[in-house]
């Protein structure tokens, strides 16, 4: 996904992944938080919620911030300048879906899930990470 590098919300967030990187999770997590604190559109609401999902303490909780990223990433499909960035997210935003109801035993909504994930595979950019 392209996104623009001057919006403080993006800069929150890839500096919290460069730190994450670093092993310093705790420090990720408050300036994932952070983004999602100070985040006044949708789309920054969906990447900031992504990246908070990742910090949960429990499977639950993760699920919930998963969700909440991907219900936040559906309606942003309409606004033709940021579908395709959007939409290449998808597949990955369904599976981290799927892998939390499969760690919660509920393998139906898991299955689900995965094959919506498997519906948005042709809006993945042909790169080493669509590939």
């Excluded at 290449?88 to 799927?98: C, D, I, K, Q, R």
């Excluded at 892998?99 to 042909?126: M, P, R, V, W």
Aim: proline content about 4%; aromatic content about 10%.
């Amino acid at each position: 996904m392209l996104f623009d590098p001057d919006n403080p919300i993006i800069q929150r967030c890839a500096q919290g992944m460069t730190l994450e990187a670093e092993g310093q999770s705790a420090e990720a997590c408050l300036l994932f938080e952070q983004a999602w604190s100070a985040s006044t559109t949708v789309l920054e609401k969906f990447i900031s919620a992504h990246y908070v999902a990742r910090h949960q303490k429990t499977v639950a909780e993760k699920l919930q911030w998963d969700e909440r990223a991907l219900q936040l990433a559906l309606p942003i499909e309409d606004v033709p300048i940021e579908d395709a960035r959007v939409r290449g997210a998808l597949p990955s935003l369904y599976l981290n879906v799927a892998k939390g109801y499969e760690d919660l035993k509920d393998f139906h909504q898991a299955k689900e899930n995965d094959q919506l994930a498997l519906s948005f595979t042709d809006y993945l950019i042909a790169d080493g990470y669509g590939k």
